[in-house]
């Protein structure tokens, strides 16, 4: 029954043979064209200015199609390219340096070398792809342009006409704009995000921004975005690690100003209580940005959410026993006298250790003030209009993992014991491990999400455990030494000890054993972030004979010293994959003015024999199905 009201709609759809004839030729001809172009990217933390620049020049890509596009020609790719990427910028340049005369062929010149780039770039897609892609605004004149063949003689004049009209319009940089957009789209076809969107990095809510309104993309979640979803969600002890850390980089500003997040309460309560310690000095890339006062506030603000944060970590740890996390109650392990701690049977002095608001006797408590502090921020965060977009979205295109085209996406690990065996994490009667436990974390994210009044249930619960448990795929150590970094001199307890997939996924043996528990073939690949590759160490980032591959894009500042470049992201088209290697960002500036781009090393990860067409990939068995459905609607069109 349910088949055939399957059937009936599909064939109000399809009003006639003739139209399902069109739709399965329309098909077969989709799934015969070459695959699209996808974009890897990952750990981007917030660096908005090189991400945007990224994902102007593919990395990389938009260069190697004029290459290939104006082939020997004499053509100035760099500057072609510098137009491409931010279009409005270098043509105020343009007009700054020329005369109107000079600026009319200016325009001439480059509409006539941009469109050919259209024409190439689209070459993969369906002429109704193309049609939806165009601004609407020019749909007209730049299908025109592409249809009609400038290098006849009988055409010429009519493009020129076309061409000499938009520019006595005043249309012709928007024009250019519009076709510079198309071509940036055209080179990619899908965008996948492989986590850590937030923390560290000024501008997240702009990347966010970007995202919303790019063409095709996913995103996988990392640590860093799982916090701020589990704050949205209703963990009060997310919110204060959120602020926590925007208060160590100099963040702050994107949750108060941008996502008029009220931190008023919060300032008053850190100033009546701390007083600055160099040990909380927030970690800025321009010192010279902030005052001494906004440092001083900055560094008393970090104070007071360390503290409230390890009084709530206590709270939940004692709540959930089967996290196995009680060492981690830190504020129940120290000897409030001596002014001291034990550890893994260790005793070890605390430094700086200040702590005004909690009770020895019942170190974990949340004081009046407090209780009314957090649940004050945590309202203001919930109720917060840009924010709730935000984690929406970031929910809706979100995943733990995703298999695409035959390889695993994630951001973190799979849990494994030292032997190579998937780890377990025990809940009751239960245990979860591999793709299984990756399938209860989703849905234990996703029913939090959907209850957001709720504050102390497991589901919320278990959103901090994946921010630092030790059978986290997100987290992938054993624990998270945060108040060890701030109130322990011996740097042995700073080490935070990696789970044995860091090592493991060296071993093609134990890769291929992963992705046949995702379903997946053993010729596929793992893409990973969440791990800076130290390059500059000689770290290689194909690890397993090209098995696994780690694209930790390295964009935060402030893992460029471990790194020794802008880290990796990763191209996979028709002819197989590459790896590409950058350099930091400088500026929008020097990119437009001295066409400076992020200098990019391409390493050829795996060529295939043949193109991979669209029949081969996510979409293709979509639309595979759509045809065998179609094909039934045919042969039976009388019965329906």
């Given at each position: ?84 990427y ?20 200016w ?26 892609a ?10 025109e ?32 704009s ?5 071509i ?38 990392g ?54 310690l ?47 996390m ?20 260790k ?25 009314e ?37 994630l ?15 025990r ?19 996703r ?114 010293k ?6 990796y ?68 069109y009388?019965?329906?």
């Amino acid at each position: 029954m349910l088949e055939e009201n399957y059937y009936r709609l599909l064939k109000e759809k399809f009003v006639n043979k003739e139209s399902v004839v069109t739709e399965l030729i329309n098909l077969e001809a989709i799934l015969r064209l070459p695959k699209g172009t996808e974009h890897f990217i990952s750990d981007v933390h917030g660096e908005y200015d090189a991400v945007d620049h990224v994902l102007r020049n593919g990395s990389g890509s938009v260069k190697e199609k004029l290459a290939e596009c104006f082939n020997e020609s004499i053509v100035d790719i760099d500057d072609l390219a510098t137009l491409i990427y931010y279009p409005e910028e270098k043509i105020q340049l343009e007009k700054e340096k020329k005369t109107s005369a000079e600026m009319k062929e200016w325009y001439a010149q480059n509409i006539r070398l941009l469109t050919p780039v259209v024409n190439y770039t689209s070459r993969k897609y369906t002429r109704s792809k193309v049609h939806k892609a165009l601004p609407v605004r020019f749909s007209y004149i730049i299908e025109e342009l592409l249809t009609e063949n400038q290098q006849e003689t009988d055409k010429q004049a009519y493009i020129q006409v076309i061409i000499d009209n938009v520019i006595q319009l005043d249309q012709a940089a928007p024009l250019i704009s519009a076709l510079c957009y198309v071509i940036q789209r055209f080179v990619v076809d899908h965008l996948h995000v492989v986590g850590d969107i937030y923390d560290r990095g000024p501008a997240p809510d702009l990347i966010m921004e970007r995202l919303i309104h790019y063409h095709s993309v996913d995103i996988q979640w990392g640590n860093h975005d799982i916090i701020w979803l589990a704050s949205m969600a209703g963990s009060p002890l997310a919110l204060i690690n959120v602020l926590r850390i925007c208060a160590r980089y100099g963040n702050l500003t994107i949750i108060e100003d941008r996502y008029g997040v009220n931190l008023r309460p919060l300032v008053e309560y850190a100033h009546k209580y701390y007083t600055a310690l160099d040990k909380f000095a927030p970690k800025l890339d321009d010192e010279n940005s902030f005052s001494a006062t906004e440092k001083d506030s900055l560094n008393k603000i970090q104070q007071a959410t360390a503290i409230l944060q390890f009084k709530l970590e206590g709270q939940l740890i004692k709540r959930r026993p089967e996290f196995l996390m009680g060492e981690r109650n830190m504020l129940d392990l120290i000897d409030y006298t001596n002014a001291t701690i034990q550890l893994n049977g260790k005793t070890y002095s605390l430094v700086d250790f200040a702590a005004p608001t909690v009770d020895p006797a019942d170190p974990c408590t949340l004081t009046e003030e407090e209780d009314e502090l957090v649940k004050k921020l945590l309202h203001s965060f919930q109720t917060s209009e840009p924010l709730k977009r935000h984690m929406d979205f970031l929910l809706e295109k979100g995943n733990m993992y995703l298999c695409y085209n035959g390889n695993l996406l994630l951001h973190g690990c799979i849990p494994l014991h030292q032997n190579g065996d998937f780890k377990s994490f025990r809940v009751g009667q239960e245990q979860y491990s591999g793709k299984n436990l990756l399938d209860f974390f989703e849905e234990q994210i996703r029913y939090s999400y959907s209850h957001p009044e709720i504050s102390a249930d497991f589901a919320t619960d278990l959103l901090w455990y994946l921010w630092t448990g030790e059978c986290s795929s997100l987290f992938g150590k054993k624990v998270m030494a945060t108040f060890e970094r701030y109130y322990i001199e011996d740097p042995h307890t700073h080490r935070e000890e990696k789970n044995a997939y860091y090592r493991l996924r060296n071993q093609e043996a134990i890769c291929q054993e992963i992705l046949k528990d995702f379903n997946l073939p053993i010729t596929g690949h793992i893409i990973n972030g969440h791990t800076p590759v130290k390059a500059y160490k000689g770290e290689n980032p194909i690890k397993a004979n090209g098995s696994m591959l780690v694209i930790d894009g390295g964009f935060a500042k402030s893992y460029q010293k471990e790194t020794g470049l802008a880290g990796y992201t990763l191209l996979s088209n028709s002819y197989g994959l590459q790896l590409v290697a950058h350099q930091p960002f400088s500026s929008v500036k020097e990119a437009v003015e001295q066409q400076i781009d992020i200098l990019s090393t391409k390493r050829l990860v795996e060529r295939v024999e043949s193109r991979t067409t669209v029949a081969q990939t996510n979409i293709g068995k979509k639309l595979i199905q759509e045809k065998k459905a179609l094909e039934n609607l045919y042969k039976n069109y009388d019965f329906y």
